[in-house]
């Protein structure tokens, strides 16, 4: 008796090096892709530190899944270098290659691809981080004073205040009243509890 164990990965990061070939007789068509990112932390100061280098993993789907996502790219609704979450399993062999200026061996993960869709969370952070690069630079903004006297000029307005709804669902009860603790003792006298 023999025991596979594969374990299902997801991964995150930008897409690139797409290459698709359609299927053709008794072959499945196939879709590569390499989603690449950067490590990032923080350091002791609380600075986001970047690493230099970008690191990378291949993936790569076949058959229904690969036309899919080839649907997908050729919609134009996932480009080249936009975040990408999905899943997969590793694959067994890793991509393995010679480097053409130092000649030493290297080599890649490998995931059998799952799924792939675009990552709207990073994609927010992205769009927020480039609206932020655009606005208008600190030391263009009024000073704090010049912003208190705006503030006390301008209309204070207050939202109008609308009452909690105290109508029960129908099939449920009323909720209870708040009671009001019963004073005992001299006013301004604490309960025991709060000594």
């Not at 999905?86 to 694959?91: E, H, I, V």
């Given at each position: 008796?023999?025991?596979?164990?594969?374990?299902?990965?997801?991964?995150?990061?930008?897409?690139?090096?797409?290459?698709?070939?359609?299927?053709?007789?008794?072959?499945?068509?196939?879709?590569?892709?390499?989603v690449?990112?950067?490590?990032?932390?923080?350091?002791?100061?609380?600075?986001?530190?970047?690493?230099?280098?970008?690191?990378?993993?291949?993936?790569?789907?076949?058959?229904?899944?690969?036309?899919?996502?080839?649907?997908?790219?050729?919609s134009?609704?996932?480009?080249?270098?936009?975040?990408?979450?999905?899943?997969?399993?590793?694959?067994?062999?890793?991509?393995?290659?010679?480097?053409?200026?130092?000649?030493?061996?290297?080599?890649?993960?490998?995931?059998?691809?799952?799924?792939?869709?675009?990552?709207?969370?990073?994609?927010s952070?992205?769009?927020?981080?480039?609206?932020?690069?655009?606005?208008?630079?600190?030391?263009?903004?009024?000073?704090?004073?010049?912003?208190?006297?705006?503030?006390?000029?301008?209309?204070?307005?207050?939202?109008?205040?609308?009452?909690?709804?105290?109508?029960?669902?129908?099939?449920?009860?009323?909720?209870?009243?708040?009671?009001?603790p019963?004073?005992?003792?001299?006013?301004?006298?604490?309960?025991?509890?709060?000594?």
């Open positions: 008796m023999s025991t596979i164990i594969s374990t299902m990965v997801s991964f995150s990061g930008f897409l690139s090096d797409i290459r698709y070939t359609e299927a053709t007789g008794d072959r499945k068509a196939r879709l590569s892709i390499r690449y990112d950067r490590h990032s932390w923080k350091d002791a100061q609380g600075n986001r530190q970047q690493a230099a280098d970008y690191d990378s993993i291949t993936v790569v789907y076949w058959g229904r899944t690969a036309q899919a996502i080839h649907q997908l790219l050729a134009q609704k996932l480009v080249e270098r936009d975040p990408v979450v999905g899943t997969g399993y590793l694959d067994d062999d890793p991509d393995a290659w010679i480097g053409r200026d130092d000649q030493q061996p290297h080599a890649r993960i490998r995931v059998d691809g799952r799924s792939l869709c675009p990552d709207p969370l990073r994609q952070f992205i769009d927020q981080a480039r609206e932020r690069k655009q606005a208008p630079a600190y030391s263009q903004q009024p000073a704090p004073q010049q912003q208190a006297q705006a503030a006390q000029q301008a209309p204070q307005q207050q939202a109008p205040q609308e009452p909690w709804p105290t109508t029960p669902r129908p099939g449920t009860q009323a909720p209870a009243q708040p009671q009001q019963a004073a005992t003792g001299p006013a301004g006298a604490q309960p025991d509890w709060m000594r």
